[in-house]
């Protein structure tokens, strides 16, 4: 019987047809589209319709098979399997917003939250609410509260050294509309693709996709952006985490910030800084200042109080050009009418008062006293990883021993009440070459609990079976 199955590869892809092919069915089997105990065509079948040699499909059914995924047996075929295993089922478990009932909760996002300063905001809620007068409760300017806008151009420019007036400064309802309105406005100037870090954050590279662009992976090492990959592609934007890398937490070198400037003048690109973490920073070293100050023309400034304060808020700003700011603002009226008021008055009266340096100081000194534990956790259960990058944000990169068999060690967690995210989950290029990781969010944690999850992935890691090593391109 000749079956036939659809299957979506792109011969332009960097990803190899093997990994596509392979990723396409995961996908398809964890959102129930592909359901237990379906058929699939013979290996030959399939590369026949899909006119690839047959040893691309018969590597990765085996490598699907072998993680649980299908199962083949002598005359009966390839199928998907009744009962997932553990390491079939972990990458939908552990997706960024799932709930989870693992003891030990290591993922970035979701519970890895810092304390809310309850008392501060209430009383910079009631203050505003006391003082605002009538037009606090009419529709917002579209740009933002003035008085907001006039402390963060005044936060901004003494934490961070952003170059920017209140008039080049809005108020939003965090990164993610900030990068929806800049995806139209982009459209409308028949840019059809930016590009994204690679490894980075998976949730905006489908956000961006949703919004109709093509999200271009471009590599990142030790250095941050490799920029002249970005050059080599003919993009017009480009969406960076210039001071803390995300997820890797490295910090773009100077000559590669240079060289990203020279690129953006040279082509009259945009480059769209997300400084997501904003003020966490407690390494021994000063913060990198703002990538906008060196080229305020070219750089479109994006911060958020979803890492520092709380999500729920759902506060964030933006600093850009005038008349991209112009632009973006036209675009958001076709959308909505602004971001709430009194929310808006509470959060300046934290940056006037001088509240919120407070509450950062605090959240600093416990993330610092978190990452000492992970740190010290990782040299004595994970012998052979390394903690990555400066001290900061709420995450942190741990690269494992090449050695390690990543999904294995994340499927184990698991099991063990650990849910913990591998770095292949952030990146988009196959695993081949690639040195194995875990991205940790540790802030929200005691130091007991860091030291416990770690011990157990330690464990887990130990009697773990480690994968075959690959060659490097």
């Not at 991205?439 to 130990?462: F, N, Q, W």
Request: charged fraction near 25%; hydrophobic fraction near 40%; include cysteine.
């Amino acid at each position: 019987m000749a079956l036939h199955m659809a299957v979506d590869v792109a011969r332009d892809s960097r990803t190899s047809l093997t990994a596509q092919i392979q990723n396409f069915i995961k996908r398809e089997i964890e959102e129930g589209i592909l359901h237990p105990g379906t058929r699939l065509p013979s290996s030959r079948r399939l590369a026949h319709d899909l006119d690839v040699s047959r040893s691309v499909v018969v590597e990765a059914y085996g490598q699907l098979v072998a993680e649980g995924y299908l199962e083949a047996a002598q005359g009966a075929g390839t199928r998907v399997v009744e009962h997932l295993t553990a390491e079939a089922v972990v990458p939908t478990l552990l997706e960024a917003g799932r709930r989870t009932d693992a003891r030990w909760d290591l993922r970035p996002g979701g519970g890895n939250l810092p304390a809310f300063p309850r008392r501060e905001w209430l009383g910079c809620y009631e203050r505003a609410l006391k003082s605002a007068d009538s037009s606090a409760h009419a529709y917002p300017p579209l740009a933002g509260d003035p008085g907001l806008r006039v402390e963060l151009a005044r936060y901004l420019g003494r934490v961070r050294g952003v170059r920017a007036d209140p008039e080049r400064i809005a108020a939003v309802a965090g990164f993610s509309q900030t990068l929806s309105l800049l995806c139209g406005v982009l459209r409308g100037d028949g840019i059809d693709a930016i590009g994204v870090e690679d490894p980075g954050h998976p949730g905006q590279r489908q956000f961006v996709r949703e919004c109709g662009l093509r999200a271009v992976p471009l590599p990142v090492d030790g250095a941050g952006l490799d920029v002249g990959a970005l050059a080599a592609t003919g993009l017009r934007a480009v969406l960076v985490t210039p001071a803390h890398q995300y997820p890797t937490g490295v910090t773009l070198a100077p000559e590669r910030r240079d060289a990203l400037v020279r690129w953006a003048r040279d082509t009259g690109g945009l480059i769209v800084e997300d400084d997501y973490d904003g003020g966490i920073w407690y390494d021994r070293g000063p913060r990198p200042l703002a990538l906008q100050r060196l080229a305020p023309e070219h750089v479109l400034y994006a911060g958020t109080a979803s890492k520092t304060v709380a999500p729920g808020l759902r506060l964030g700003w933006v600093a850009a050009p005038a008349e991209l700011l112009g632009r973006l603002l036209r675009e958001r009226a076709r959308h909505d009418l602004g971001t709430e008021t009194l929310t808006q008055l509470a959060f300046a009266e934290l940056l006037r008062s001088g509240l919120l340096d407070r509450h950062l100081r605090r959240l600093n000194s416990q993330a610092r006293d978190r990452r000492h534990a992970l740190e010290e956790a990782v040299r004595r259960q994970l012998p052979g990883a390394a903690v990555t990058g400066p001290a900061a944000g709420l995450h942190t990169y741990v690269r494992l021993p090449p050695a390690t068999d990543e999904a294995a060690l994340v499927a184990g967690a698991l099991r063990a009440s650990v849910a913990v995210r591998g770095g292949a989950a952030f990146r988009t290029r196959p695993p081949e070459g690639e040195d194995p990781a875990l991205v940790i969010g540790h802030a929200h944690l005691p130091r007991s609990g860091v030291a416990e999850a770690v011990r157990i992935l330690g464990t887990v890691r130990a009697g773990a079976p480690r994968r075959s090593a690959h060659p490097r391109s």
